[in-house]
């Protein structure tokens, strides 16, 4: 061997011993002699991609560039019967994301009830993991939902005041706390390159329940529900924040007149620090959506909006519905729209939001 080749040789080796020494562990990665097996272990995910989704003055931007997204809610993905309790149909992962281009968005539940293995109770990440891995095959972004309000696909209990005041922080049927839960989400899929945002909770409400069954209209909205609301967003956005700096935060905000969220609640509780990106679900013909755009200088995404066909509207009309309200959320200044929702098994016979497979709005211009 010449010189020069061992003074190559040396060099190579160097910037690998280098290299390895200086990786960065992605969340879950164990220490040296730690017990591997636990279940929050990610070895398919990394730091070493770029951060694709940011904002700047108001917009959103992936991959630098600016971007006005649309897509599908598609609450089911996480649904296998084989291991959890599901949350609707089971749904074809890859034939779902293959029928999206590129770039994307698929907003979804990640509730903890889908990461219990109903055969023991404990926590099983296989059903979500498989979401993601499908989602990164395929080049798709996605807006995970951590949990949801009224204890949909999970304890089914509306999330009262005194949940906002403490109980989020409580020990729960399942094994994690909404706090516990929160840290083990964010810190096992921060590192995937298919994060748009982390989404704290859908359809957050701070009312005080007065029937048992926490009926709508006798609910009391104390005067201080804004400030509860705005404080436990700061405090459940440092949780997620500690897990992940890199990807946005979001809030699945109806964006009505909604406990918390009337008067100047909304504004409130869009200016939270940890709060990168506000929402508006569009069930009201948009009636609020000036008012709100007003309000926050943060991007707005409209993340719920629906028509519904089947027996009461063609589906193709509802398609050129859909396409013309897309555009005006454009106009009017949102950060873009998502549809509710697409399930893997439509309902033709009834009057539904349900956007199956096959139906005309996978076609529409505006959802390339």
Not at 226 to 242: I, P
Not at 300 to 317: D, H, K, M, N, Y
């Amino acid at each position: 061997m010449t010189w020069m080749r061992l003074v190559c040789m040396s060099a190579i080796l160097l910037v690998v011993a280098l290299a390895s020494a200086c990786t960065i562990p992605g969340p879950g990665a164990a220490s040296p002699g730690e017990d591997t097996s636990a279940p929050t272990s990610t070895p398919w995910v990394s730091y070493a991609h770029p951060l694709r989704v940011t904002t700047t003055g108001g917009i959103l931007h992936l991959d630098g560039q600016p971007w006005w997204p649309t897509g599908f809610n598609a609450y089911q993905l996480a649904t296998d019967w084989t291991v959890n309790a599901g949350c609707g149909a089971m749904v074809d992962l890859d034939s779902y994301f293959s029928s999206r281009q590129p770039g994307t968005v698929t907003r979804f539940n990640a509730f903890q009830n889908l990461a219990v293995d109903k055969r023991n109770g404990k926590l099983n990440f296989e059903p979500i993991d498989a979401v993601f891995a499908a989602a990164k095959r395929h080049r798709q972004l996605l807006i995970p939902v951590l949990a949801a309000q009224d204890g949909a696909c999970e304890d089914e209990q509306y999330k009262t005041r005194e949940w906002y005041l403490g109980g989020w922080k409580e020990p729960t049927d399942m094994p994690l706390s909404y706090s516990e839960w929160v840290a083990a989400a964010v810190d096992r899929w921060a590192g995937s390159p298919s994060i748009a945002a982390w989404e704290l909770l859908g359809e957050p409400e701070v009312g005080v329940c007065t029937t048992p069954d926490c009926d709508l209209h006798q609910r009391r909205c104390p005067e201080d529900s804004s400030q509860v609301l705005r404080d436990w967003v700061d405090a459940a956005g440092a949780v997620a924040r500690a897990h992940d700096q890199r990807h946005l935060l979001t809030l699945g905000l109806l964006g009505g007149e909604q406990c918390g969220l009337a008067d100047g609640g909304y504004a409130l509780v869009a200016a939270s620090p940890y709060l990168d990106v506000v929402q508006y679900h569009d069930y009201d013909d948009a009636a609020f959506l000036p008012l709100r755009l007003e309000q926050t200088e943060k991007p707005v995404l409209v993340a719920e909006f629906g028509i519904r066909a089947g027996s009461c509207l063609p589906l193709t009309e509802r398609a050129t519905r859909v396409g013309a309200q897309i555009d005006r959320y454009h106009t009017m200044g949102t950060a873009g729209a998502l549809l509710w929702a697409f399930v893997p098994d439509p309902r033709p016979q009834e009057c539904t939001y349900d956007i199956g497979p096959f139906d005309p709005i996978h076609g529409l211009p505006q959802m390339r």
